[in-house]
């Protein structure tokens, strides 16, 4: 009994000083990766060199290609221990000529009694107005497609529409993002389903054309894009974003004028898929352990719409993931496990890199514990999401007291980023960084999405979040 | 014995319910300001009107006063139930031309083996750099000021620095912000010293000139100004700021050369004082109680320095203030204190506004139980700092709740504003609002602080958290 009681209190000792030796190294190590983050920070010139050299690059094009090349170039200067490529069949849209579009009131007498006080009366009775090609859509027909047009205010009205009131006609659903809800992506859900399902629901009752007010909360005339869908039995019709603007004054003129005519003209086409690649960087773990079969994987998508430079979406989130290689490498960290740094490739109109990730991973036999994605914009992060386990989160709230000093606060949404949704599906841990969400929808598929919207030091904080993490995790498993 | 506690019994249900009923009350309350803020808010508009009619605004610049007559009718628009001016001597100093200045190296021979591999042998032995007077400095001679140049690259090393070393020479002073800080105010205050007293530092010890590093992270060529002091017994010798690109210029050089030469000139000059004016609204209490003779004053201030827009500093708290004010009252809230909300003038140079504000309402017998201030810019709110007693910061705690599903989630910063400083020491508790702080020292008195620096639903989130703050001190005091 008295052996045993000594070996207790000898066992005990020891686990309370590991605790808080452990504690003190953590924090340690945290104060070491914010430094290299924020002195010697390089995602903010990488980002400079991708946006302002290569620009957007919508998979398939040319610009995509380089965008491999250049990232591959730049995990091995950030010192990786190796980086290969992951060959992707994706899909390849193109967008073709600029889109054009009008709307056009019927001929009447401007001076008619009927007419006075009209928005347009004292106008003109054609107004152009900026659109974009949704992202998958077909093209109008060459002479363009004109018809008339049936307003949408709200979703939740579609179901009372009847056939007769849209056959032949052209949809315009032009709901709102709500202005009042906090987190605007909690906004960009409720709205985002007139552009994803739109070309479906109209085709469906035998529209011919659809118009889908931009998903964003600004008020300006940017159109943002973004993907569609068709459902192969159901007629493919032309779908394109109108800017706010432009949809806030089609409402009013249909509101004085419901007679008007909407014409455009798109030349968007989808070519048969062709060969890319997912871009892999790897940190190995030195450690003799089990835990070095356990993979933690990182990663932004590298394509991005083909409008502005995708800077924000998601060029910020690709620039952070190799700027988390690079401090952790820096600081002289060891991982205690598998480290993966992805480029995904496709996230905007195929999600194909993410499932070919996570095939070749579950083919391979490797043990992803983790999957984290920053791809919610280069803002000053807010915390973290995630989708784990009752036990994962349990465990995780002794890792995030770490993180609130760094003004890392919300760990409460649930969720993981897109392309590690394959991952997740095979039972992996998903995180996603949440930054601070109010600017993100107005550049989010636009021409607006360009460089001088990044903010530095928002941009390299972000970098220093999804290294820290990592190294948690890497530290202590999950 | 029973009547007694019937009694207890219907009391404690009373307070129970009466408690349960307000929580519910206050949280339909927040959520009434919020919606007003983010979806009729007024505040972003009138800011571009602030920025893009006036403009910059110093203390005793004609734009000055421009901007205390539109803020008044500003006030009479978001239905102030009365608003007037209080007169406020004012410091007058303006900045005259452009300033100009130059790095000049010795004449050498350039093809010397010496001078190989120097940065300047490639280039050329003159190098034009922005700068910027600090506000109050004198100006240079009519011909320029020119002298040799003694870098200081920490405060901290100052104390060694002997009297021979800078007599008759430019001290340099050029410590940078610290960018592993984690917020950039606490960044901010060791570095800007240099700023305030380094005219008084350099010219005790014989100095002919001062020139100070700009205080913010941002790397470009834009100087940033700000307030500078003399000390009367003490010589007074022209300070500028220059860029931090060119402290970084001007610090290589001098590594290289420590005898090149710095000449500037600059053509300010402190005029007499002039009458300026705050502009005060108020929200009277319809109460029949005590509390209405307690008054609750929030503002901005409504000067700024003379370049850019002050649209961050501080354009934006200014138009928040106003927007609380016109939110309080679109919702419907009748308050149980008096509200009032206050443009103060001449927080840059000065002070003195808040100081006639404080002294006028000693004066007046007016019980100021709380002053908040809006002063670090308009981005998205994350919390309040204080200065109130151990007793007021427990009662706090049960309004900070209310804050967190709006994303105000840090309560633990000490600080009140700069206007409000003067309330403070007459025993009011302070309080300023706490947004993300990264970006703010990019735009902060430099060129860049313009209005599309502005995110609309960051600064209107910014506006809601004020409203919300007076409802809560209003409903239940301090």
Chains 1, 2 share one sequence.
Not at 306 to 321: F, I, K, N, P, Y
Request: aromatic share 10%; proline share 3%.
């Amino acid at each position: 009994m008295k052996i045993k009681y000594i070996f207790l209190v000898v066992f005990s000792a020891c686990s309370f000083s590991g605790f808080a030796q452990s504690k003190i190294e953590d924090s340690l190590m945290f104060r070491k990766l914010y430094a290299e983050a924020m002195l010697k920070g390089k995602s903010y010139e990488n980002l400079e060199i991708l946006c302002n050299t290569i620009g957007n690059r919508l998979t398939g094009s040319p610009q995509a290609e380089r965008a491999v090349e250049l990232t591959k170039k730049m995990f091995l200067d950030a010192k990786a221990d190796s980086v290969f490529l992951q060959a992707v069949k994706v899909p390849h849209w193109v967008r073709g000529k600029k889109e054009t579009a009008k709307i056009i009131l019927p001929k009447q007498d401007l001076t008619s009694p009927a007419a006075a006080g009209k928005y347009y009366q004292a106008k003109r009775t054609e107004f152009s107005t900026e659109i974009l090609a949704l992202g998958g859509s077909i093209a109008t027909p060459e002479q363009g497609l004109r018809g008339s047009v049936v307003e949408i205010k709200n979703l939740k009205d579609w179901d009372k529409i009847k056939k007769q009131q849209v056959e032949g006609k052209i949809v315009f659903f032009n709901q709102p993002m709500d202005a009042k809800t906090i987190n605007t992506f909690d906004a960009y859900g409720p709205a985002v389903k007139q552009r994803s399902m739109g070309a479906i629901m109209a085709a469906r009752l035998g529209a011919i054309g659809v118009i889908v007010r931009s998903v964003t909360l600004a008020n300006d005339d940017n159109p943002h894009t973004g993907a569609m869908r068709y459902n192969d039995s159901i007629a493919k019709i032309p779908a394109c974003a109108i800017s706010t603007k432009g949809a806030d004054l089609l409402s009013k003129l249909l509101a004085e004028e419901p007679a008007l005519e909407f014409e455009y003209f798109m030349y968007c086409n989808t070519l048969p898929d062709v060969m890319s690649n997912n871009v892999v960087a790897e940190l190995k773990s030195n450690f003799n352990s089990e835990s070095k079969t356990e993979y933690i994987v990182t990663g932004g998508h590298l394509d991005s719409w083909d409008v502005g430079q995708g800077a924000h979406d998601d060029g910020a989130g690709c620039m952070q993931t190799i700027e988390a290689l690079r401090i952790l490498k820096a600081v002289g960290y060891v991982p205690k496990r598998t480290l993966r740094f992805v480029m995904f490739m496709n996230e905007e109109n195929g999600l194909r890199g993410g499932e070919e990730y996570a095939k070749l991973a579950k083919k391979n036999n490797e043990n992803h514990i983790a999957g984290i994605e920053s791809d919610a914009g280069g803002f000053a992060p807010d915390g973290f999401s995630f989708e784990v386990s009752e036990k994962q989160k349990e465990k995780l709230k002794t890792f995030w007291k770490y993180f609130i000093p760094y003004g890392l606060h919300d760990f409460n949404r649930e969720g993981g980023g897109a392309d590690i949704s394959p991952l997740k599906a095979q039972g992996t841990a998903v995180f996603e960084m949440m930054p601070e969400s109010q600017r993100y929808f107005d550049y989010h598929h636009c021409e607006l999405d360009t460089f001088d919207k990044v903010n530095k030091r928002e941009l390299e904080q972000g970098a220093f979040a999804l290294a820290a993490l990592i190294y948690m995790i890497s530290e202590y498993g999950l």
